[in-house]
C-alpha cells in the first residue's frame, strides 16, 4: 500500500530565504556541504550522547560514521549519516520552518547586503546550512528515521514554496541528504560535485577535523571506499601541527559563523585535573548577542566525547559571545548541567578560561590595536556587564576596557592612558553618563571642566549606568560622576585665593537661595550656589548616591516602582540672569512674577539636561508670557 504524500508549505520566511539562496550570488558554493557534513557530524554527535543516557535505546552505534555518495550519471550527491535521525514534527519544524528569533530582520538584512560577503556572515550568523543545499540543487530529498522509533520520513522540495513528506517503511537509522544537481558552470562557480576529487578537496579544506569518519568512493568501477579526514581533534594536537587556516574552519565549524574569527585561545591544563581547550573570539557580534533567549557557552567534551553544546556552566554571561571547545579527561559522561553547576571541576576551568579571555585582550591592546578595537566595538558593552557580578576580574576588565572621552573626539581611551594623563592633584577619573555624546558635551555640567582643562569620561551606553554605582575606582582613583554630587575643581592654592569672596558670594545669596528652596520645594531638595557653571545661568545635579534620571527611567520601563527623586539646583552666581533675579529678590520679595521666573529657570535647566518637563505647557505659557513683555 502506497504511503499517502502530503504537501506542505514552508513558513513565509523560510520561502523567501529559499528564494534569496537559490538566486544569490555566492561565489563560493562549495560551503553547502561543509554546512551538510557539519549537521551529520551534530547528528552523531547527539546519537552518541543519547546512547550513554539511555540504555535502552534501541539504537545501532557500532560504526557511526558519515557516508558521501555521488552518481554522476544521475548527477546526484548524497550526505548519509547513521547518527540520531529525526521524527517527522522534527522535520517539519527543522526544515518546513527557520525555528529561529529575528528570522524577518534577517531577511531584511539580506537583502541590504551589498556583496557575497556580507550575505554569507549574515547565514552563518542563523544557521540555516540546510537550505545551502539549493545553490547547487534543482531538487533536494531528505530521508530520515530517528533512532528507536520504527518508522522513517521522506521530505522533497525544489525549492518553490512548498515541499512533500511521506512516511517510510524501511529507512536506515540516521539521514541521508540527496541533491539533484543544477548542470555543471565554472562561470557561475558551479562544480561537478559528482567528482571524488572535488568532493575530497572540499572535505579536507572545511570538515578534516570533523571526530567522525568521512567515507566516500573514488571514482571508476574499482575504486574503493576510503576515509577523506584526519579525524584528528584540533585541540589534540600540538599547536605547531595545526594552520591557521584548520583554525578557522574549526571556529566556522562550532559557531556557524561564516567569518574567520579574531582571535584563537589554546589552553591546557595538566596534572591531577587535565583538560584542553580551544577557543574563539569571533571578528563581529551575533544578532542575538543582547537577546534573552540566546545560547551561549562552549562545547564540551569528556575524553573526546561531545557531552553538550553550549555549556553554560564554563562562560560566564558577559562572555557570552566565546566560542569553542572544552575537553576535559575526569568528568562523567552522564554529567549534566545541574551537576555542571555545583561541579568544582568545572568551576576551576572557568575560572582559567575567563583569566585566559582576559589576558588574550590585555595582550591584543598593546600588541594589535587594530584587532583590539574590532573587539571592543563588538563585544565592549556585553564585556563592561562583568563588572557588575565577576568581583574577582573586575580589576583586570577595567584594564582591558575603553571608553569615549573628551580628551580625542574619535579614539577612545583606557583607563590606563586617562590616568597617566590626569592633572597633578587630581584625584577622581570623572565621567558623565548619558544618551548620546553630543547630549553630554553640551550638558551645562562640562562647562567647568571644559574650562580647565579636566578630561571626561563619556559614557553613553546603558550598562555604564549600572556599573560606575557600583566600581569604587580604578588604580586607586575613584569614580565622580560630573553630574552629582559637589565638584571641586579647584587646588588648594585657588581655595585660598578666594576664600574671602566665596564667602561674601555666599552670604550675598543666602536670601534668594532660601526663597527659591522654598518657591521650588515640590520640585528640588535643595537649591545651592554651583562650582560647575561658567555660560550657563543654572544645572540640576543628584546627591552623590542618588540614581541619575537615565537610570530612573531604565528602572520605571522595566515596572519597578521608585519613589519621586528630587535633585538639587545649582545656580551659577557670575550669570546675569541669576544676578538679576537676586536684586530683583531683594527690592521686591512679595512679587508673584518672581516665583515664575524662578520655575522657568528650573525647567530651563531641566531641559538642558535633556530631561522631561512634568508640565510642558505650562512652561510653554509662562516663557510665551515673558516673551510677549519684552517685545
Known amino acids: ?323 569553542g571547545v572544552v575537553d576535559a579527561q575526569d568528568l562523567s559522561l552522564n554529567v549534566s548541567r545541574e551537576i555542571l553547576q555545583q561541579d568544582r571541576q568545572i568551576q576551576l576551568i572557568r575560572r582559567r578560561l575567563v583569566k585566559k579571555v582576559l589576558s588574550t585582550v590585555k595582550t591584543m591592546m598593546t600588541a594589535d590595536a587594530e584587532k583590539y578595537a574590532t573587539f571592543w566595538r563588538e563585544f565592549g558593552r556585553a564585556v563592561k556587564e562583568g563588572l557588575l557580578d565577576d568581583f574577582e576580574n573586575r580589576e583586570a576588565i577595567l584594564e582591558i576596557s575603553s571608553f569615549a572621552s573628551t580628551h580625542d573626539a574619535e579614539k577612545p581611551t583606557s583607563l590606563r592612558e586617562y590616568v597617566e594623563r590626569m592633572k597633578d592633584g587630581q584625584q577622581h577619573i570623572y565621567y558623565m553618563t548619558g544618551e548620546s555624546r553630543s547630549a553630554i558635551e553640551n550638558s551645562p555640567h562640562m562647562e567647568a571642566f571644559r574650562a580647565k582643562g579636566f578630561e571626561v569620561l563619556v559614557l553613553t551606553d546603558p550598562i555604564d549606568e549600572m556599573w560606575v554605582d557600583s566600581v569604587p575606582g580604578f588604580d586607586g582613583k575613584q569614580f565622580q560622576s560630573i553630574a552629582k554630587g559637589q565638584v571641586d575643581l579647584e587646588s588648594e592654592e585657588d581655595k585660598k585665593a578666594t576664600e574671602v569672596a566665596r564667602e561674601q558670594q555666599n552670604k550675598d545669596f543666602e536670601t534668594l537661595l532660601t526663597w527659591m528652596g522654598t518657591a521650588l520645594g515640590e520640585t528640588v531638595k535643595e537649591v545651592r550656589l554651583s562650582s560647575r557653571l561658567t555660560t550657563s545661568p543654572a544645572c540640576i545635579v543628584g546627591d552623590t548616591h542618588d540614581l541619575t534620571p537615565t537610570l530612573e527611567k531604565m528602572y520605571r520601563a522595566m515596572g519597578q516602582e521608585l519613589p519621586p527623586i528630587k535633585r538639587i539646583l545649582e545656580l551659577n552666581p557670575e550669570h546675569a540672569l541669576v544676578t538679576g533675579l537676586r536684586e530683583a529678590h531683594a527690592s521686591r520679595p512679595d512679587d508673584e512674577g518672581l516665583a515664575e521666573t524662578a520655575e522657568l529657570l528650573y525647567g530651563m535647566a531641566l531641559l538642558a539636561e535633556g530631561g522631561e518637563l512634568a508640565d510642558p505647557s505650562r512652561f510653554i505659557k509662562l516663557l510665551a508670557g515673558r516673551l510677549e513683555k519684552t517685545l
Not at 71 to 89: F, H, K, S, Y
Not at 189 to 213: C, G, M, N, Q
Not at 282 to 297: I, N, Q, T, V, Y
Request: aromatic fraction near 8%; charged fraction near 30%; include cysteine.
Open 1 to 323: 500500500m502506497t504511503a499517502p504524500i502530503e504537501t506542505l508549505e514552508f513558513q513565509s520566511e523560510a520561502r523567501q530565504l529559499l528564494q534569496l539562496m537559490i538566486h544569490s550570488i555566492y561565489s563560493n558554493k562549495d560551503t553547502f556541504l561543509r554546512e551538510l557534513v557539519s549537521n551529520a557530524s551534530d547528528a552523531l554527535d547527539k546519537l552518541r550522547l543519547e546512547s550513554y543516557r539511555d540504555k535502552d535505546l534501541e539504537a545501532d552505534t557500532a560504526d557511526l560514521h558519515i557516508a558521501i555518495e555521488t552518481d554522476p550519471a544521475a548527477r546526484t550527491l548524497t550526505v548519509r549519516d547513521n547518527g540520531i535521525g529525526m521524527t517527522r514534527e522534527e522535520v517539519v519544524a527543522l526544515i518546513g520552518t527557520i525555528a529561529k528569533s529575528g528570522t524577518a530582520d534577517f531577511l531584511t538584512k539580506l537583502k541590504e547586503a551589498k556583496d557575497a560577503a556580507a550575505s554569507q556572515d549574515l547565514i552563518g550568523q542563523f544557521g540555516v546550512g540546510f537550505y545551502a543545499s539549493f545553490m547547487v540543487a534543482d531538487k533536494v530529498t531528505l530521508v530520515t528515521r530517528r533512532a528507536g522509533t520504527a518508522e522513517g520520513v521522506r521530505w522533497e522540495s525544489t525549492g518553490e514554496g512548498t515541499y512533500t513528506i511521506q512516511p517510510v517503511e524501511d529507512a536506515p537509522q540516521g539521514t541521508a541528504v540527496t541533491l539533484h544537481l543544477k548542470p555543471e558552470d565554472t562561470e557561475d562557480h558551479l562544480y561537478d560535485y559528482t567528482s571524488a576529487a572535488k568532493i575530497r578537496e572540499i572535505v579536507k579544506r572545511y570538515s578534516d577535523f570533523i571526530t567522525w569518519p568521512i567515507r566516500m568512493t573514488g571514482d571508476g568501477e574499482d575504486a574503493e571506499v576510503e576515509t577523506v579526514n584526519s579525524m584528528k581533534a584540533l585541540w589534540a594536537r600540538s599547536s605547531s601541527e595545526v594552520t591557521e587556516d584548520e583554525y578557522h574552519e574549526f571556529y566556522k565549524h562550532v559557531s556557524h559563523d561564516w567569518q574567520d574569527p579574531l582571535e584563537t585561545i589554546r589552553l591546557q591544563a595538566e596534572g591531577t585535573f587535565e583538560y584542553q581547550a580551544l577557543l574563539f573570539l569571533p571578528s563581529h557580534a551575533p544578532m542575538d548577542l543582547f537577546l534573552r533567549e540566546r545560547k551561549r557557552g562552549v562545547q564540551l567534551y569528556v575524553k573526546r566525547v561531545f557531552i553538550m553544546d553550549d555549556c553554560e556552566s564554563l562562560v560566564p554571561e558577559y562572555l557570552r559571545f566565546v566560542k
